[in-house]
């Protein structure tokens, strides 16, 4: 018997609820299914796979393996692939989405060296704030900065957890004074993105305890740009990752208050359809993980 092959014609049977389902997708006879599953069984002496002439089911031993076995042999084939860019250079065309404030600020400087080392690859980077159907739209990746993943049968990486600030503007604060705790925040003009996870509630935490704040501002926009613009324009201030500010706040045209809690934080994460990554897919989240990490 050859171990690894009976193991992934039992996997393969299991996922297709028939041995011609099995065999189908194998490219091998309905026989070989059969043969390979029965030497299996007088391997692990146990019974797999209860089977009539017309249905087959797993056993409860069945079950509790294909669970265990999947997993390793995930495993092999992640590792199987993790070697492909080392044989070969990526090729093809490389479809991504991703938040365009977020991209534009920490990962866009860097598109060109990428590209640079791998010169048979072809990148379509679509920029939206607003989230992306990654199977229904056929990317091969998307970023995602988000608290809460939909789909639990896609996979994801987190490559970073972007920090919040409050801040506005000091025009805004000479007119309206500065917030000296988060419950202050119900007297100022807050401006919202509508995107985010905290939109309707800003939360902050210090010495253990938590504050939060509903926020229902006059002005809700559905791109950080466009909240940043309006926070420098002295309308209100907003809460915002702070790498989007971080020359504003630098220079003094912001300036952060309530620095002394820690407020909302934002992981970001690569998302895509299954643990066996292309080459072209896995040098892409691994240059994300590269260029985040050195930020």
């Given at each position: 018997?050859?171990?690894?092959?009976?193991?992934?014609?039992?996997?393969?049977?299991?996922?297709?609820?028939?041995?011609?389902?099995?065999?189908?997708?194998?490219?091998?006879?309905?026989?070989?299914?059969?043969?390979?599953?029965?030497?299996?069984?007088?391997?692990?002496?146990?019974?797999?796979?209860?089977?009539?002439?017309?249905?087959?089911?797993?056993?409860?031993?069945?079950?509790?393996?294909?669970?265990?076995?999947?997993?390793?042999?995930?495993?092999?084939?992640?590792?199987?692939?993790?070697l492909a860019p080392m044989g070969s250079s990526p090729g093809g065309v490389l479809r991504v989405s991703a938040p365009m404030t977020f991209t534009l600020t920490a990962l866009s400087p860097a598109i060109a060296e990428f590209m640079r080392r791998y010169p048979n690859l072809r990148l379509e980077l679509n920029l939206q704030d607003s989230r992306?159907?990654?199977?229904?739209?056929?990317?091969?990746?998307?970023?995602?900065?988000?608290?809460?993943?939909?789909?639990?049968?896609?996979?994801?990486?987190?490559?970073?957890?972007?920090?919040?600030?409050?801040?506005?503007?000091?025009?805004?604060?000479?007119?309206?004074?500065?917030?000296?705790?988060?419950?202050?925040?119900?007297?100022?003009?807050?401006?919202?993105?509508?995107?985010?996870?905290?939109?309707?509630?800003?939360?902050?935490?210090?010495?253990?305890?938590?504050?939060?704040?509903?926020?229902?501002?006059?002005?809700?926009?559905?791109?950080?740009?466009?909240?940043?613009?309006?926070?420098?324009?002295?309308?209100?201030?907003?809460?915002?990752?702070?790498?989007?500010?971080?020359?504003?706040?630098?220079?003094?045209?912001?300036?952060?208050?309530?620095?002394?809690?820690?407020?909302?934080?934002?992981?970001?994460?690569?998302?895509?359809?299954?643990?066996?990554?292309?080459?072209?897919?896995?040098?892409?989240?691994?240059?994300?993980?590269?260029?985040?990490?050195?930020?």
């Amino acid at each position: 018997m050859d171990h690894l092959t009976a193991l992934k014609v039992f996997r393969t049977t299991a996922a297709a609820g028939s041995f011609a389902g099995a065999a189908r997708q194998m490219g091998l006879s309905a026989a070989a299914v059969s043969k390979n599953i029965a030497e299996l069984e007088a391997h692990l002496k146990v019974r797999l796979i209860n089977r009539t002439t017309r249905q087959m089911s797993l056993t409860e031993a069945g079950a509790a393996y294909v669970e265990r076995l999947s997993r390793i042999l995930d495993d092999l084939s992640e590792a199987d692939a993790a070697l492909a860019p080392m044989g070969s250079s990526p090729g093809g065309v490389l479809r991504v989405s991703a938040p365009m404030t977020f991209t534009l600020t920490a990962l866009s400087p860097a598109i060109a060296e990428f590209m640079r080392r791998y010169p048979n690859l072809r990148l379509e980077l679509n920029l939206q704030d607003s989230r992306s159907d990654l199977i229904g739209e056929g990317y091969d990746l998307v970023i995602r900065g988000s608290d809460r993943l939909e789909d639990s049968s896609l996979v994801a990486r987190r490559l970073t957890t972007m920090a919040h600030v409050l801040c506005g503007a000091p025009g805004y604060f000479a007119d309206r004074g500065r917030p000296a705790q988060p419950e202050d925040l119900k007297a100022h003009e807050c401006v919202q993105f509508t995107l985010s996870d905290h939109a309707n509630k800003w939360t902050f935490t210090r010495a253990g305890r938590s504050v939060a704040v509903p926020i229902d501002g006059r002005y809700k926009v559905s791109s950080s740009i466009a909240v940043r613009d309006a926070v420098l324009a002295g309308f209100g201030l907003s809460l915002i990752p702070r790498i989007y500010v971080e020359g504003e706040l630098a220079s003094g045209r912001l300036q952060a208050v309530l620095e002394d809690w820690e407020a909302d934080r934002t992981p970001v994460y690569a998302v895509y359809p299954s643990r066996h990554l292309a080459a072209k897919t896995r040098v892409f989240v691994d240059f994300l993980v590269e260029r985040l990490s050195a930020r």
